[in-house]
């Protein structure tokens, strides 16, 4: 399906999609609170059939947090993106990762390196650092005085 | 006495196992100086130096890029068996020298040094390319990069380079085995040979 | 071309021991992290029950050198030598994704001289790619001879590469623009005399490995991946490809000359060891036919585009992907519209072919876990970043 039709047949399923402008794929922001759901959709609907995560992220602007899901269909072949904007004392999100069971790995190196929370997340530690590790690194007011020599 | 430790070679003193024997020293039984001894004694360091240089065995710890120019110099174009490097055990307990090819990080400092601790004495450690030197190309602006493996244990000989060529690791070996014949390692400066 | 044998023992899956209560008696062992059959720093826990494997849980994290944040504080010419170090084996290719990156923000064009240049050196790295999984995958399930055929092959490309780009293993030669320096007079020869060689060592690899009854018993039932599965866990490239999924890049999304060249997609339905290590080496054929190809059609002009010397991307974000050795490698750039990213992302094969780990070797024996491995072809720098 080309984009324009993606961004009608989306706007039917979540009418409160806000969508961005530019790049070469759609870009829309959803509500975190039905993100399940919306994921579910994505997954099963006949028209869309997302059914490859192929990259997980989130994105710390300063005055809050944005997760980001790139998805595509390896029927139809389109790709669309997802981003969900998320509060930044507080971030939780649903999990995936039983929808796209990729996301177990993904979701565990958010949460290690941004704090986001996953609830209902099969096994929810951390991956890349050590247990005992105190912050979260990739936030853009992480410091750490001994470590990280600025140039 | 300087002569009883020429004699022992730097062992530690054991006591023989059963209770008395003629000397409290490391032999059990007689030891009889004879003429000219210290010519014989200095000899056998040399021979016992020589020995072990030309046998290190190394430990199979590559962590990142280093690794495979380090597999590069095992293999058939710059074979390093030729200097005695034949075997290369997987396990510390049967090797001699631990090669550090590639980045260290915070998380694998305590399993570096374990190994370290696990390997027996005659032992030496290479810190290959930049990374093991000083933290390489991750020097700045890293949250969980060591900064030089050897703030995490003791280093004997350093290669530069991104990774080194296996020439440089080979250099390097060369450099190691003069190091040992010579008796300037670290093992040897703390047991007094060779001086 | 290799010879065919029949399955000597039955390879099911077994279950847990008979009058197992869950937990007792299970053994939990530590393979890792250093070891010679994990392909770098993997440390697994394994639960086992006898010599059943239960569960395994890959421990990552012993060589994350924090590579993301770095790069934002790196400027768009200098972040890419750090993916160099990402995955070691395909690192042209690594450094071909960033620079599309940067190409496709500052929206240059290339010019095709140096498209040819840059499609050239990611079959080279390719072939050497593979080459090493090889030998290191016959070693790892017992054979210690192919280590060192493999590495004479790869010492050639060694050397193309040294003579051209300056080093061998990580060479920083894809820039914003085109590639660094223009080819080595002496590159097409060496190319050729290459190519001619490896053509018979290529039926040397078949006859020594592949066609041995031993290694096809250890390979073939073990390790299934189901095509579903393998979409949902979000496998690519020869992990994927040998369960039957079509995700190779340079047919789906073509990049450079790619739409030009005559070259098969090779996919396998088996979905076991063997069919992965079918694909790859079906991949050495079909990268050899792309070089023979664009040897003797290198078209003459610039080696690169003329850019700013100070690259600063417009504010938006952009996604690349490029077709490594080991599957799909994309680059995520969000951009403020300074000279350093405001945020990168880099999406590694490996990360995704890992997690597939637990799922495959449930109820097969250690044995089997170091040959599934094997296939996964994992480079552990490239899943920690």
Redesign the interface.
């Known amino acids: 399906m080309t984009n324009e039709e993606l961004k009608i047949k989306l706007t039917e399923l979540v009418p409160s999609a806000v969508f961005e402008e530019g790049g070469e794929w759609i870009t829309a922001f959803v509500d975190a609170s039905n993100w399940k759901t919306i994921a579910q959709q994505l997954r099963s609907n006949e028209d869309f059939k997302f059914d490859y995560l192929f990259c997980l992220t989130c994105i710390d602007w300063k005055t809050h947090l944005t997760m980001v899901y790139h998805l595509t269909s390896t029927i139809y072949r389109h790709s669309l993106i997802i981003k969900a904007k998320l509060d930044r004392n507080d971030p939780e999100i649903e999990t995936v990762s039983d929808t796209w069971r990729t996301a177990e790995f993904h979701e565990r190196e958010a949460y290690d390196l941004f704090g986001v929370k996953f609830l209902h997340h099969p096994d929810l530690r951390r991956l890349l650092l050590t247990d005992d590790f105190n912050g979260y690194p990739l936030r853009k007011d992480f410091e750490d005085p001994v470590n990280m020599i600025k140039l | 006495m300087s002569d009883e430790n020429k004699i022992n070679n730097g062992f530690t003193k054991v006591s023989p196992p059963t209770g008395g024997g003629d000397k409290e020293g490391a032999f059990p039984g007689q030891v009889h100086p004879t003429a000219g001894g210290g010519i014989l004694v200095s000899k056998l360091d040399e021979v016992i130096n020589w020995a072990r240089s030309n046998s290190l065995w190394p430990l199979?710890?590559?962590?990142?890029?280093c690794?495979?120019?380090m597999?590069?110099t095992a293999?058939?174009?710059y074979d390093w068996s030729r200097f005695g490097f034949e075997v290369a055990r997987?396990t510390p307990r049967q090797a001699d020298v631990i090669i550090i090819a590639?980045?260290i990080?915070?998380?694998?400092a305590p399993?570096l040094k374990r190994?370290y601790d696990q390997m027996p004495d005659p032992k030496y450690v290479i810190a290959m390319g930049a990374c093991a030197t000083s933290g390489g190309?991750?020097?700045?602006?890293?949250?969980?990069?060591v900064k030089g493996a050897d703030h995490v244990i003791p280093v004997d000989v350093y290669i530069a380079g991104?990774?080194p060529?296996p020439e440089a690791l080979l250099h390097a070996l060369i450099t190691l085995q003069e190091k040992i014949k010579s008796g300037a390692t670290r093992e040897q400066i703390k047991n007094g040979i060779g001086n | 071309m290799y010879r065919q044998t029949e399955i000597l023992s039955d390879h099911t899956k077994s279950s847990p021991l008979e009058g197992d209560l869950e937990g007792a008696g299970d053994l939990v062992i530590n393979v890792g992290p250093q070891h010679p059959s994990t392909h770098g720093v993997l440390h697994l826990v394994i639960t086992l029950s006898g010599e059943t494997i239960k569960n395994v849980e890959p421990h990552l994290g012993y060589i994350h050198r924090s590579i993301e944040k770095m790069c934002e504080s790196l400027s768009y010419r200098q972040f890419i030598y750090v993916t160099s170090r990402m995955d070691y084996l395909s690192s042209h290719i690594n450094n071909h994704g960033c620079a599309l990156c940067v190409e496709k923000g500052l929206q240059i064009e290339i010019p095709p001289r140096a498209k040819v240049i840059r499609v050239l050196m990611d079959e080279l790295t390719r072939l050497a790619s593979h080459q090493l999984w090889w030998g290191a995958m016959a070693m790892d399930v017992g054979a210690l001879t192919p280590f060192f055929h493999a590495f004479r092959e790869r010492e050639m490309i060694n050397d193309i590469m040294e003579e051209t780009c300056g080093a061998r293993l990580t060479m920083n030669y894809m820039v914003p623009g085109g590639v660094m320096y223009d080819l080595h007079p002496d590159f097409q020869k060496r190319v050729k005399e290459f190519v001619e060689e490896f053509k018979n060592k290529i039926g040397e690899y078949d006859e020594l490995v592949t066609g041995n009854i031993i290694f096809q018993n250890r390979m073939k039932d073990v390790g299934y991946l189901s095509k579903e599965d393998a979409i949902s866990y979000g496998c690519t490239g020869p992990t994927a490809r040998g369960s039957g999924v079509s995700c190779d890049i340079r047919k789906l999304y073509p990049y450079e000359v790619y739409s030009e060249l005559q070259f098969d997609e090779v996919i396998e339905t088996g979905g076991d060891c063997f069919a992965r290590y079918l694909v790859r080496m079906q991949e050495l054929r079909q990268s050899l036919s792309i070089v023979e190809q664009l040897i003797d059609n290198i078209p003459e002009g610039d080696f690169q585009a003329k850019t700013k010397a100070v690259l600063k991307l417009p504010k938006g974000e952009f996604y690349s992907r490029v077709e490594t050795a080991r599957g799909e490698f994309g680059v995520y750039i969000v951009s403020e519209g300074g000279t350093t990213p405001y945020r990168i992302k880099f999406r590694s094969p490996g990360f995704s072919n890992l997690s597939t780990l637990n799922h495959m070797a449930k109820g097969y024996k250690i044995g089997d876990l170091v040959a599934i491995m094997g296939t996964l072809d994992l480079v552990i720098p490239d899943i920690d970043r």
Not at chain 2, 105 to 108: S, Y
Request: charged content about 10%; proline content about 6%; aromatic content about 14%.
């Open positions: 199979v710890f590559g962590t990142s890029c690794a495979i120019e597999m590069s293999s058939a174009k997987a590639g980045t990080v915070n998380k694998m399993v190994l190309p991750f020097f700045y602006n890293t949250y969980s990069v991104c990774p060529r």
